[in-house]
C-alpha cells in the first residue's frame, strides 16, 4: 500500500462529507482504489463569494504509486499515518505527585485534570465554589429576572467555569496530542465526532451543559470526590511547599472554614478568580502582570453578516450562520483593534464576578440560530508596571460600567455611528442583551485611548463589512478576555517557581486562552505526574 495526503480537496456545499467520490474525480481513479480514507481537517471556504465550498484534508491509501497532474498534482504529497502518544511528551512521567490531588475550579483545566489523574490511579478531591452546571444554569436564568446578584453562581463561576456559557467554541492556534485528547475525550461524552476534524469547531452551551453532566458522573465513577459550593480562602505554605488548605462551604451563610492537609494542589480557577490572586499575593506565591485586551461588544443582524461574508442567495441551511475575524493596525501602529469570542446567531449576557461591577459576553446556541450576531472588538492593554494595576484597570472600568447602566445591569450601549459621532443616541435597535440597555456616550467614560483605537478599528471594518457601522451597536464593555495577572509557573512541570507542590493550570494560571488549551493543560499535568509516594 501506498499512503497520501491531499490537502484543499473542494466538495460542493450541498455533498458535504462525499469525500470519496470527491478524491476519485480529482485523482481520476475509481472509488473503489481508495482505501483507509480518513478527513484530518475540513473547513467552509468562503473566499469566493456566493460560492462557498467545503475544503478537506484527508489521508488515504492506494495499491499503486499515483501519477497525477494540475491541481490534484499541487494537492498530493506522499505521507505516513504515524501518530503521537500521550505518554510521548517528552516530560512524560517526570513530575514527583502526591498520590492524593486536591484540585480547585471545576472549569476545563479542572475538570480534565482531575479526569486524566483519576485515570492514572490518583485520588483527588475536585472543589468548585459554585454549583452543578444544571443548577447554575437555574441562578443564571434567575438572575436576568430579578437582578440578585449571586457571587459564587453566575456566568463566571460553576461547573464548566466560564466557557461553558460561551459560545462552545473549541478553536485553537496550537493543534497537538493533548488538544486532540480533548476533542477526542468530547466525542466519547457525546459530543458530534465532527469536532475533531472541523477547522473551527463550536458546540454551544445547549450541548456543553450535556456534557459536563457526563464528565461529572465519569469522574465519580472512577472514584473521585467533587464538592460543589465549596471556595479556597487560604492557603499554607511551609518551607516553600504547599501543606494545608484552607475550605468553606458558600452555600450556608456564615459557615466556618476548614484546613485540611495538601501535599499536591491544583488551582485551575479560571481568569476572573480575583481573591486567589490577592490571597497567592499575600502568601508569597510568583505573581506577574502580564498584557491582556479590553473594548466592547457589538451586535449586528445576522443576516447582514451572512450576506457579506458568504455573498447573496447562500444556503445558511447547509453553511450555518456566517462569522468574522477581523483585526486592523491602530493609532499609527502603535495600537490595534481585533474581533475576539465572536458568535454567530447568538446573544449577549451579563457578566460579573463581582457586586457592583458590570462585563458583557456573548454566547450561542448549538444551532446558531439567533437573529443576531455578536462579538468582542478589543484593544490591547500593556502589562501593568505594578502587580495589580490591570486588574485594577479592568474593576475601574467594570464599575464605571455598572454605574452608567443605572446599578441595576443594564448595559451601557451606543450605536457604532453614535459612537463615532461622539454622541448618545435617541433611538437604539433591539438587542438581545436581557437586563435592558443605557443610552450613554462611551467617551464620557471609557479610557480614551481604547475608543480612540476602537473607532480607527470600526472605519477599517466598515471597508471590509460593509454596514458594520451603519447596522452595529455596542454594548459595553468586554473585559474578561484573558487574566492581567500570571501565577509564575516552570512551563515543564507546571509548578509554581517558587512554591513546591503548587500546580497551576488554566486561563487563571495565565498560560491558556480558552476551552480546548486549559483542558489540554490539566492532560498535560495529569501526562506527566508520577506518584511520589
Same mark, same amino acid.
Given at each position: 500500500?501506498?499512503?497520501?495526503?491531499?490537502?484543499?480537496?473542494?466538495?460542493?456545499?450541498d455533498?458535504?462529507?462525499?469525500?470519496?467520490?470527491?478524491?476519485?474525480?480529482?485523482?481520476?481513479?475509481?472509488?473503489?482504489?481508495?482505501?483507509?480514507?480518513?478527513v484530518?481537517?475540513?473547513? &467552509?471556504?468562503?473566499? @469566493?463569494? =456566493?460560492?462557498?465550498?467545503?475544503? #478537506?484534508?484527508?489521508?488515504?491509501? $492506494? *495499491?499503486?504509486?499515483? %501519477?497525477?497532474?494540475?491541481n490534484?498534482?499541487?494537492?498530493?504529497?506522499?505521507?505516513?499515518?504515524?501518530?503521537?502518544?500521550?505518554?510521548?511528551d517528552?516530560?512524560?512521567?517526570?513530575?514527583?505527585?502526591?498520590?492524593?490531588?486536591?484540585?480547585?475550579?471545576?472549569?476545563?483545566?479542572g475538570?480534565?485534570?482531575? &479526569?486524566?489523574?483519576? @485515570?492514572? =490511579?490518583f485520588?483527588?478531591?475536585? #472543589?468548585?465554589?459554585g454549583?452543578? $452546571? *444544571?443548577?447554575?444554569? %437555574?441562578?443564571?436564568?434567575?438572575?436576568?429576572?430579578?437582578?440578585?446578584?449571586?457571587?459564587?453562581?453566575?456566568?463566571?463561576?460553576?461547573?464548566?467555569?466560564?466557557?461553558a456559557?460561551?459560545d462552545?467554541?473549541?478553536?485553537?492556534?496550537?493543534?497537538?496530542?493533548?488538544?486532540?485528547?480533548?476533542?477526542r475525550?468530547?466525542?466519547?461524552?457525546?459530543v458530534?465526532s465532527?469536532?475533531?476534524?472541523?477547522?473551527?469547531?463550536?458546540?454551544?452551551?445547549?450541548?456543553?451543559?450535556?456534557m459536563?453532566?457526563?464528565?461529572?458522573?465519569?469522574?465519580?465513577?472512577?472514584?473521585?470526590?467533587?464538592h460543589?459550593?465549596?471556595?479556597?480562602?487560604?492557603?499554607e505554605?511551609?518551607?516553600?511547599?504547599?501543606?494545608?488548605?484552607?475550605i468553606?462551604?458558600?452555600?450556608?451563610?456564615?459557615?466556618?472554614?476548614s484546613?485540611?492537609?495538601?501535599?499536591?494542589?491544583?488551582?485551575?480557577?479560571?481568569?476572573?478568580?480575583?481573591d486567589i490572586?490577592?490571597?497567592?499575593?499575600?502568601?508569597?506565591?510568583?505573581?506577574?502582570?502580564?498584557?491582556?485586551?479590553m473594548g466592547?461588544?457589538?451586535e449586528?443582524?445576522?443576516?447582514?453578516?451572512?450576506?457579506?461574508?458568504?455573498?447573496?442567495?447562500?444556503?445558511?441551511?447547509?453553511?450555518?450562520s456566517?462569522?468574522y475575524?477581523?483585526?486592523t493596525p491602530t493609532?499609527?501602529?502603535?495600537s490595534?483593534?481585533?474581533?475576539?469570542?465572536?458568535?454567530?446567531?447568538?446573544?449577549?449576557?451579563?457578566?460579573?464576578s463581582?457586586?457592583?461591577?458590570?462585563?458583557?459576553?456573548?454566547?450561542?446556541?448549538?444551532?446558531?440560530?439567533?437573529?443576531?450576531?455578536?462579538?468582542a472588538?478589543?484593544?490591547?492593554?500593556?502589562?501593568?508596571?505594578t502587580?495589580?494595576?490591570?486588574?485594577?484597570?479592568?474593576?475601574?472600568?467594570?464599575?464605571?460600567?455598572?454605574?452608567v447602566?443605572?446599578?441595576?445591569?443594564?448595559?451601557?450601549?451606543?450605536?457604532?455611528?453614535?459612537?463615532?459621532?461622539?454622541?448618545?443616541?435617541?433611538?437604539?435597535?433591539?438587542?438581545?442583551y436581557?437586563c435592558?440597555?443605557?443610552?450613554?456616550n462611551?467617551?464620557?467614560?471609557?479610557?480614551?485611548?481604547?475608543?480612540?483605537?476602537?473607532?480607527?478599528?470600526?472605519?477599517?471594518?466598515?471597508?471590509?463589512?460593509p454596514?458594520?457601522?451603519?447596522?452595529?451597536l455596542?454594548?459595553a464593555?468586554?473585559t474578561?478576555?484573558?487574566?492581567?495577572?500570571?501565577?509564575t509557573?516552570?512551563?515543564?512541570?507546571?509548578?509554581?517557581?517558587n512554591?513546591?507542590?503548587?500546580?497551576?493550570?488554566?486561563?487563571?494560571?495565565?498560560?491558556?486562552?480558552?476551552?480546548?488549551?486549559?483542558?489540554?493543560?490539566?492532560?498535560?499535568?495529569?501526562?506527566?505526574a508520577?506518584?511520589?509516594?
Amino acid at each position: 500500500m501506498f499512503t497520501y495526503r491531499f490537502r484543499e480537496l473542494q466538495v460542493a456545499l450541498d455533498r458535504k462529507g462525499q469525500v470519496r467520490e470527491a478524491l476519485a474525480r480529482e485523482l481520476r481513479v475509481h472509488p473503489e482504489c481508495i482505501f483507509n480514507l480518513e478527513v484530518e481537517r475540513f473547513s &467552509l471556504d468562503c473566499r @469566493r463569494k =456566493g460560492d462557498p465550498k467545503w475544503n #478537506y484534508n484527508v489521508i488515504f491509501d $492506494v *495499491e499503486k504509486p499515483l %501519477r497525477v497532474s494540475g491541481n490534484a498534482a499541487r494537492g498530493l504529497v506522499e505521507a505516513t499515518r504515524e501518530r503521537e502518544a500521550l505518554d510521548g511528551d517528552e516530560f512524560a512521567h517526570s513530575i514527583p505527585m502526591a498520590s492524593h490531588v486536591d484540585i480547585v475550579g471545576a472549569g476545563p483545566a479542572g475538570l480534565w485534570a482531575a &479526569l486524566h489523574l483519576l @485515570r492514572r =490511579g490518583f485520588t483527588v478531591d475536585l #472543589y468548585e465554589q459554585g454549583k452543578p $452546571v *444544571e443548577e447554575r444554569f %437555574r441562578d443564571i436564568r434567575r438572575f436576568f429576572v430579578d437582578r440578585k446578584f449571586n457571587a459564587h453562581s453566575n456566568v463566571l463561576f460553576g461547573e464548566g467555569g466560564a466557557g461553558a456559557f460561551s459560545d462552545g467554541k473549541l478553536n485553537t492556534r496550537t493543534r497537538n496530542i493533548f488538544s486532540e485528547t480533548v476533542l477526542r475525550d468530547m466525542v466519547e461524552f457525546g459530543v458530534d465526532s465532527h469536532v475533531v476534524t472541523f477547522a473551527k469547531p463550536h458546540i454551544g452551551t445547549d450541548r456543553l451543559v450535556l456534557m459536563l453532566r457526563k464528565i461529572r458522573a465519569e469522574i465519580v465513577q472512577l472514584g473521585g470526590k467533587i464538592h460543589f459550593d465549596t471556595a479556597l480562602e487560604d492557603i499554607e505554605i511551609s518551607d516553600g511547599k504547599v501543606n494545608a488548605i484552607k475550605i468553606r462551604d458558600v452555600s450556608t451563610a456564615n459557615s466556618a472554614a476548614s484546613w485540611k492537609s495538601c501535599e499536591a494542589l491544583v488551582l485551575a480557577t479560571g481568569h476572573s478568580a480575583r481573591d486567589i490572586y490577592t490571597m497567592l499575593h499575600v502568601r508569597g506565591v510568583a505573581l506577574e502582570s502580564k498584557a491582556f485586551a479590553m473594548g466592547v461588544r457589538v451586535e449586528h443582524p445576522q443576516t447582514l453578516i451572512n450576506m457579506r461574508q458568504l455573498g447573496r442567495g447562500v444556503d445558511t441551511r447547509l453553511t450555518g450562520s456566517a462569522e468574522y475575524f477581523l483585526a486592523t493596525p491602530t493609532l499609527n501602529k502603535t495600537s490595534s483593534a481585533y474581533s475576539f469570542c465572536m458568535c454567530p446567531g447568538g446573544v449577549l449576557v451579563p457578566c460579573a464576578s463581582e457586586p457592583g461591577t458590570l462585563a458583557t459576553n456573548g454566547m450561542s446556541y448549538s444551532r446558531r440560530n439567533g437573529w443576531a450576531a455578536n462579538g468582542a472588538i478589543v484593544v490591547p492593554v500593556e502589562a501593568s508596571d505594578t502587580l495589580f494595576g490591570g486588574l485594577e484597570f479592568q474593576r475601574k472600568t467594570e464599575c464605571d460600567a455598572f454605574e452608567v447602566g443605572g446599578k441595576g445591569y443594564a448595559a451601557p450601549a451606543q450605536t457604532i455611528k453614535a459612537f463615532l459621532a461622539h454622541r448618545a443616541d435617541k433611538n437604539q435597535p433591539k438587542s438581545t442583551y436581557p437586563c435592558g440597555l443605557a443610552a450613554c456616550n462611551l467617551w464620557d467614560w471609557l479610557d480614551k485611548k481604547i475608543c480612540k483605537s476602537l473607532a480607527e478599528g470600526f472605519q477599517n471594518f466598515d471597508r471590509k463589512i460593509p454596514g458594520f457601522i451603519e447596522e452595529g451597536l455596542i454594548v459595553a464593555p468586554e473585559t474578561r478576555t484573558s487574566s492581567p495577572l500570571r501565577i509564575t509557573r516552570n512551563n515543564e512541570t507546571l509548578e509554581s517557581i517558587n512554591t513546591q507542590g503548587l500546580f497551576v493550570l488554566g486561563e487563571g494560571a495565565g498560560y491558556s486562552g480558552g476551552i480546548v488549551t486549559s483542558a489540554a493543560d490539566g492532560i498535560r499535568l495529569a501526562v506527566r505526574a508520577k506518584k511520589s509516594r
